[in-house]
């Protein structure tokens, strides 16, 4: 529609009451439905309305995308963590493994004859 009348579809969005609400009562369940598995997609989603709508949705935007920077930061700690344990893990794997690997050693026969 905008594009074939986008003087009477700017008209429309400003003044139709009806419309503004449903579109707040939209924005705000999308917004409402972000969880750290749909961050990006909610807030894309946001920023399509925004731009096609006219909304003001800076403030929700700027909540979303902070929440997103943290959940990025927690996985990073996440991994980090993760990665340490590994490590640990093997350390302690090759230290058993050389404890195993010394006390066979001491089975061996040598020929000292």
Known sequence: MEEF????YKEFIRSNEQFRTTLDEVLQIEYDSADRNNFEEVIHALEEMEQNFGLDVSYKLGNLTEKLEELKI?????YELNQDYYKEQMYERRFEE????????????????
Do not use: G, L
């Open 98 to 113: 050389r404890e195993i690997d010394q006390m066979f050693e001491s089975f061996k026969y040598t020929d000292e004859e």
């Open 5 to 8: 009348f986008p003087e009477e």
């Open 74 to 78: 927690e996985q990073e700690q996440e």
